[in-house]
């Protein structure tokens, strides 16, 4: 991904998310660069039990798409718009198995290093290069890890979404 295209996606999150944290832009880049983990073959009956409970009320955060990877067509799909939209839980299930498979792109540590870039010439960024830069020497000593979102996230945001392949969402149903 380009700088301006890292950029771009960057202040668009600080905008929607003024309380994220080092962890989450550091999940934000784990998501865009490297495939989600394989929803289990029995998870659509937790997803859908989960779409019972959630109601489709959106927040009024929510988009329904966040497009993360152009290039990849991967992108965060919010599951309260998704299913107030009319959305096929099935669909949405299938283009998480997907995304699951898709190549990885760029390398992870590449992105993080462009996103530390930015933010040391970003005064009032979402998060300052310093924490940034903190994080991500605790996430190699880790060997970079999938990671949840921070608790302050959690608790401003409630997200409930995953990473779905933008292909496999528009393909014709089966």
């Known amino acids: 991904m380009s700088e301006s295209d890292l950029w771009e996606l960057l202040q668009d999150h600080a905008e929607r998310y003024p309380d994220m944290e080092a962890q989450d832009l550091y999940l934000l880049l784990h998501q865009r660069t490297i495939p989600p983990p394989p929803l289990p073959d029995e998870g659509f009956l937790p997803l859908h039990k989960l779409a019972q409970a959630l109601g489709v009320e959106p927040q ?49 540590s590449a992105e993080l290093g462009l996103a530390g870039s930015l933010l040391r010439q970003w005064e009032d960024g979402p998060v300052s290069a310093h924490d940034f830069a903190a994080y991500i020497a605790r996430m190699n000593r880790e060997g970079f890890p999938l990671v949840p979102h921070s608790p302050a996230y959690v608790e401003a945001y409630a997200p409930v979404y995953h990473v779905l392949s933008l292909d496999a969402l528009a393909a014709p149903p089966r």
């Open 60 to 108: 009024p955060w929510e988009e329904p798409v966040e497009l993360l990877c152009p290039q990849r067509q991967v992108a965060r799909v919010y599951l309260r718009p998704f299913l107030r939209a009319g959305g096929d839980l099935r669909r949405y299930f299938a283009a998480a198995q997907a995304a699951a498979a898709i190549d990885a792109a760029s390398p992870l």
